[in-house]
């Protein structure tokens, strides 16, 4: 006999859209009441599972974790709500967590693809301009649709940020993604960098901390998000202090960058730009940090059912998920109280199911 759960609250099927009368029934919703006597009966504010559209499961500080790690990392996202992953890049293989029924649903990235020498050392896969298309084909073979590139990093030479790869380059390998049918999304912090990428034809940026009023038209004509990581742009204090002794000109920079973070946000949230959240967990920052994120990007001045969809149901459509509808997968969150009106219910779910089964 199928297993059914009742939802007796309020269903968001959108930022402003509330229904009632909701069911799991095996493993599927439905507003269809069911003649059978349900097993569970669940209270409190209904909303799709939380995305968390960056995020890397399977990598710590030092590079790759080991498969117990993973599937922690993966276990403390589930109870925090994140029923969705986007891996933003991991040099694990952790296609072994994909189509088990107690983590996250998982869209994999593949490994980062970074210039040598110019990121953090056992993340990513590292080549010189001439090896990044070979590169970026492999990774989108090797990934579920998307790649990861590092668009920019420290240039020790330089002093500052600086583009990873010529332009000429990054758009070829773009080129070659979508080829291979993958998306591309782009590590970015610079403000030239978004240029390259833009010209690219990128598909996604990450944190676009460099994002400037004359950036905005192009990202909303060319349909790019940002995802902008904020929990993450809060160590960016600490990056200055520690760089200061040796780059000032790179240390002001990053100041400079996280003191516009939330002005940036909102101007591109005004301007039309889609914007999805996500922490960056899984080297400096801990996992199960979605709600922290949302409430970030709230704060940042987007209305709360604004911030609520960039982890909800337009971040589920845009990676081809589904939200709440007849016969879509049971994966909801429940809140104690209206989390458009009373943010921070969301850092403390009445309940957490995934396909049908309550978690948490």
């Not at 809060?234 to 960058?257: C, G």
């Not at 709440?324 to 009106?341: H, M, S």
Request: aromatic share 6%; hydrophobic share 45%.
């Amino acid at each position: 006999m199928a297993e059914i759960i009742q939802f007796t609250g309020p269903v968001l099927t959108g930022p402003d859209r509330e229904e009632r009368g909701l069911w799991s029934v095996d493993g599927r919703l439905t507003f269809r009441r069911p003649a059978e006597v349900p097993d569970s009966i669940l209270a409190g504010w209904v909303l799709p599972g939380f995305v968390d559209a960056h995020c890397h499961i399977g990598l710590g500080p030092g590079g790759a974790v080991h498969d117990a790690a993973a599937e922690e990392q993966a276990r403390t996202d589930l109870l925090a709500g994140t029923l969705l992953v986007r891996d933003a890049g991991s040099p694990a293989n952790t296609r072994w967590l994909q189509g088990r029924a107690d983590v996250p649903l998982l869209i994999r990235a593949g490994r980062h693809v970074a210039r040598t020498r110019r990121y953090l050392r056992g993340f990513a896969e590292e080549v010189e301009p001439e090896g990044l298309v070979e590169a970026v084909r492999k990774q989108a073979r090797d990934g579920d649709g998307w790649v990861k590139l590092v668009g920019d990093w420290i240039d020790r030479g330089a002093g500052d940020l600086a583009p990873s790869f010529p332009a000429a380059v990054v758009r070829d390998a773009v080129q070659a993604a979508h080829d291979e049918g993958a998306r591309v999304t782009a590590h970015c912090f610079a403000e030239e960098t978004l240029d390259d990428m833009l010209d690219a034809g990128i598909d996604c940026v990450e944190h676009a901390t460099g994002l400037l009023p004359r950036h905005l038209p192009r990202f909303v004509e060319q349909q790019v998000p940002i995802v902008p990581t904020l929990v993450n742009i809060a160590t960016f204090p600490d990056i200055a202090a520690q760089a200061d002794p040796k780059f000032p000109v790179y240390a002001a920079h990053m100041r400079s960058l996280w003191e516009c973070r939330e002005e940036r946000v909102l101007e591109a949230y005004e301007a039309g730009v889609r914007i999805y959240a996500g922490t960056d967990a899984g080297s400096v920052i801990r996992h199960g940090r979605i709600a922290d994120e949302i409430l970030a990007l709230h704060a940042a001045g987007l209305p709360m059912p604004a911030a609520l969809n960039a982890a909800c149901w337009d971040a589920r459509k845009w990676l081809g998920a589904e939200a709440i509808g007849e016969g879509a997968r049971a994966d909801v969150v429940l809140c104690r109280e209206d989390p458009r009106t009373t943010p921070g219910t969301i850092r403390d779910l009445a309940h957490v199911v995934l396909g049908g089964r309550i978690v948490g």
